[in-house]
């Protein structure tokens, strides 16, 4: 029998990472006169995650085990008319899963961040904004209705915007966070809209009264079109996650992003914050599933997201840039996922692909610390024999990352690609080439930079002056202008690696059964495997996960992965003077993908410019013309011209007014001697 969860427990657990927040951004910033130090202030914020992890494990074992559940408003904040806003939670498969990986890879970024940012100034301010973050994630992902949902979309994205511009005095850094913050609000606009429309024809804002009301929803169009009104929501509620969570053209933001901090590009870019629109569409999918012309958007919009921002990583130089533009393309892979209905398949990549992500972002500021910041590939090699936990635990990540056989990656990315296979919606074709093309891809860029930091020729030594660009993480240590050998990093960077390693192997191979092919996400997630019948398909090849990894060896997915690996090694150990070669022979292809298919160029020089003659037109003759000039003044002009007319009529002399008087009398009698007749 299902039991029900401790609601103050559940408020424990959003409101410790916030209570360590406000610790360490009061009392340990100058805005409190900086009362504590850097050791109370990171006590005090990994305190906090802790509580919260440890909690929010205790509520996966209760939801997975016990059955229990919990969907109750907390707190009322106001009704207006019939429509209730307030706080409340909903704990089931998919929250208590999303609860778990948020907060375990928050705990790993925070003790990370001791080493990272051991001498940055910004350091108790740096902790208390990556425990806001953990806090407003955790609100996002735990709400019961829509207006809790939208306050954490916000603020997750309020706590990106200071974090990537956490170093301030860098242009490179505030022009990041400006961009990042800009492109989500155009997102955000068709969420709030999506929102809306649930609110104006639901009555509701509460998740389980909008979901019980969508087949109600399914019958309506949109007024004064042809649209039916449920495919409508669907998109805009969509454009929300696009912005979010990074897909194609609201992808822009998130490579700039790695301007900030590598613990926050671990935290909000690769593990939580741009999965936030993954969620949010899984747990829509009572909506989403009423309008397959929205499910083949998404699965277009994904499949070019995931194919095209995988060709950009093969060309980027900068390590963090490599990741990123990968997790751009694995997000792809959700979303295609989420198009084909298959939206078990996606959170369940989801979680696999934010444990070995974060592991990757975490290596890969580890390098940045053993090479004396230093984050261009070119100049590392040779990394393997100085940095040996870094090394091994970076060579996991890549492994999962490609999709190797009984690693966590392997099985959420094939289940990904065998929904898509056997999806019956316009665009499952081209999703399906760009799923499997993207598998060749990806494991070339990922042993790309795994070969030309850890393997070849030692480079460290041979860095140009001009290396060090200013749009690089500033050097705490002050290494830049020396060449010292590389180094291990310290144990509070070590360890959190170690420990994300260990989940990135086994975790998929532990919770596919229960998450893909259980009941563990049954009240969770509504599939009509009638019209859309992948999952229900990959139901009958199940035999378990070990028969699927032996199976996965036979497969062209294994083989194109192994293609991707052996093209990489080829070109960066073995012919290393090749590469060049081909950039030159194909330099206009080559041109594009360095200038990221222009996407850049076009928002700044069209659209900004088209918006800002726009908003010119609007401010000249909307406001100036017709508001100031007609309305405002033209009444004000108006009323003077009547003022001066009327105003000869008092002339101050009593025996004008008697004639008035006099005149308005007679008008009057014969006024109702004509109404007489």
Known sequence: MATTLNASTLLAVALAPLAGSAIAGIFGTTFGGNRIGRRLSHTCTILGVLVAFILSALTLKSVALDGARFNETIYEWMVVGGLKMEVGFLVDGLTAMMMCVVTFVSLMVHIYTIGYMEEDEGYNRFFAYISLFTFSMLMLVMSNNFLQLFFGWEAVGLVSYLLIGFWYNKPSAIFANLKAFLVNRVGDFGFILGIGLIAAFAGTLNYTEAFAKAGELAALQFPGTEWMLVTVICICLFIGAMGKSAQFPLHVWLPDSMEG???????????????????????????????????????????????????????????????????????????????????????????????????????????????????????????????????????????????????SGFYSKDSIIEAVHHSTLPGAGFAYFAVMAGVFVTAFYSFRMYFLVFHGKERFD??????????????????????????????????????????????GFLTIGPMLFGDFFKDSILVDAARHPAMAELAKIWHGPVAMALHGFMTPVFWLAVAGVALAYYLYLVNTALPAKIARAFRPIYTILENKYYMDWFNENVLA???????????KGGDQAVIDGAVVNGSARLVGWVAGVVRRAQSGYLYHYALAMLLGVFVLMTWFVWLGR
């Open 462 to 507: 041979q860095v140009p002056a001009h290396a060090h660009d200013p749009a690089e993480e500033p050097d705490p240590h002050h290494h830049q202008e020396e060449h010292h050998k590389p180094h291990e990093s310290p144990w509070v960077v070590t360890v959190p690696l170690l420990l994300l390693a260990f989940p990135s192997v086994v975790i």
């Open 609 to 619: 410019r088209l918006t800002r003659g726009i908003g010119i037109g609007l401010w």
């Open 261 to 407: 901090p590598t613990p926050i590009s671990a935290l909000i870019h690769a593990a939580t914050m741009v999965t936030a629109g993954i969620f949010m569409v899984a747990r829509m999918s009572p909506i989403f599933e009423l309008s397959d012309t929205a499910l083949s958007f998404i699965l277009v919009i994904g499949a070019i997201t995931a194919l095209f921002m995988g060709f950009l990583g093969v060309i980027q130089n900068d390590i963090k840039r490599v990741v990123a533009y990968s997790t751009l393309s694995q997000l792809g892979y959700m979303t295609v996922a989420l198009g084909a209905s298959a939206y078990s398949v996606a959170v369940f990549h989801l979680m696999t692909h934010a444990f070995f992500k974060a592991l990757l972002f975490l290596a890969a500021g580890s390098v940045i610390i053993g090479v004396h910041h230093n984050q261009d590939i070119r100049w590392m090699g040779g990394l393997r024999k100085y940095m040996p936990i870094t090394w091994i635990t970076s060579l996991l990540g890549s492994l999962a990352l490609i999709g190797t056989p009984f690693f």
